[in-house]
């Protein structure tokens, strides 16, 4: 007997499809199906009254952690947590231990995450242990399943190498995730340079680290003619940059981190490690500029960079401490933000965390057509709750977001028909 | 003892000069003043804070900062004990959390702490009980060097209101500085920078700082002169090309001290290199109060020990 889901009574958003409207989502045995066209009889059916649905929602950014620090998160419990977001898929940075660098890592991966809750799409190395030397073997791992190559975690400062790497992503069909920084420039700093940082002694990271270093990508996509993603943007410098490149018909494609649209460095104060990231939270200007990027265009998707940290890593000194903080859980209400003060549509939103990070990576999602897989997120956008520590779901507590109330959440998620997150009881 | 009575201090930790008013200071150094005077007696104890622990924990080298705290806590009759970097845990992997456990469970009444990174006092201060003290971390904060300074000033020239103090050197890498700045524009100083780009930070600008072009222009008519310590470079990172050239264009020599205030002060929180930052005529000449600034380190130190443990008297009658 096939398996029934019946979504009723939302607000049923397909940016992709230039859909807005109320109705009902039908699923069936994992794609979604025409209301009407199987016996709804034994279906479970959720009252969305309020609610939206949307494609299932994809963050092209994460870090599980697993293989090799499993203290700090799993595919398993990563992939809980990208559930209880609202997520269906995550796309997973290869700087693990050891480095996803090859086909047997990426197959570990994809192995291990047939237990998860949500997609994972393996990203693999540039290079050979991410060590900025040799390429890594692109074809082996494409075969494996990756989606995509990236350092990420530190720059490819070699510009020779950076360049071959994207001719040669190119030539399998991958795109590349760069994680723009100029280490020179930001080594031993551990906040935003700015006024805060001469307040706390803290050395900082100059927004030009992060500029110098997209500008030389846009160049050598340019020069290459091959696409390259730019991960976590969080200067104006930066937008500015890949503003001017987009209209220049280059293939850039660029990511922000909710974080950078939600907080500057003033929430460092303190010596608050859970403020803590790389890039850092930037200035009042840089968020401000963010925020209009998201709205223009700029950037093609919200990803969150959900970077889980135990208290031995955070629980330290700042400049001691790691960088970064889990993103998961908040991303969704804190983009929800920017729909509320009437910065973004709800259908950029979509875009923004569905559909273009689809796009960009390859993968299926980012629509609600007939015959999809069923991907679904349903989204109670008024819904009220406090980031609780008790409630979190990943391995991790590390966000800056702890006892913060927030508005709006996913109330269901489904993930090939498969219902991986509910608030929502079926009736 | 302590001067007014009307101010409630309600710091438990000091962990810079940024959280304290203008009151705040005032009131320590009046304090302090009012405990400077048994440094001078031929009995130089009292018995403030007896049954008391202060717990000396230096997890970076220092001789100065150390001793000044330890013998204002032994005039003052507590138990000091001291742990230095090199028999502390540190190197073995031990976290500060798991050091301060450990002090923790031996009861200390005040934690003092040095530390190589900024914001160190914060971390502790999240895992202990009892006050703690910043004696310095990273490039933040030196509270009590910027007490002593402010209080120094003040027992030379009674005000900081309208004084034009110049500070050159590596403002970017001096705690010092950190504290200065502030603590001296709290109290109405004008604080004028000098230094090559390299030495100041970002951001510092403001309506009572100014960064001066050149060493000439932040001593002319500057009633107090202060230098700091240099170093070539601080983590792998270029500042200067040699001792040598800071010392020509950027060092406290008689020459640029003819544009200061003929009762000019000058100071330096030590310890000099003589002959780059300072000329050692300057250093030891008749405007250096660099001596009066370690005495008054000790006074300033006792008070921030009394204070924090509420201002509570032992017993009665102390000052005899
Ligand atoms: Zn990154």
Redesign the pocket.
Known sequence: MSVVIIVDNGRIIDPLHGVDSHGELWICDGRIVAAGSVPADGAQRFDAEGCWVVPGLIDMHVHLREPGEEYKETIVSGTRAAAAGGFTGVACMPNTKPVNDCGSVTTFILRTAEQGAARVYPVGAVSKGSAGGELAEYAEMKEAGIVAVSD??RPVMNSQLMRRALEYAGSHGLPIIS?PEDDALSRNGSMHEGFVSTRLGLRGIPAAAEAIMVYREIALAELTGTRMHL??ISTAASVDLIRRAKDRGIGVTAETAPHYFSLTDEAVRGYNTNAKM?PPLRSEIDRRVIIEALGDGTFDAIAT?HAPHSVLEKDIEFDLAANGIIGLETALPLALALVRDGSLSVGRLVELLSVNPARILGVAGGSLAIGSPADVTVIDPRKRFVFAEETIVSKSRNSPFLGRELTGKAVLTVCGGRITHAELMPN | MTGQQTHVFRHKHIFGLEQMSREDIEYIIATAHSFKEISNRSIKKVPTLRGKTVVNLFLEPSTRTRLSFEIAAKRMSADTFNIASSTSSAAKGETIIDTARNIEAMNPDIIVLRHSSSGAPHLLARHVDCPVINAGDGTHEHPSQGLLDIMTILEHKERLDGLKIAIVGDISHSRVAGSDIIGFTRLGARVCLAGPATFIPYGIASAEVEVAATVKEAVTGADVVMALRIQKERQQDPLIPSLREYAIRYGINREVLQYARDDVLIMHPGPINRGVEMSPDVADGPWSVILDQVTNGVAVRMALLYLVLGGVKESQDTEG
């Open positions: 990420d975690g994680h991960a976590h790389n960079d």
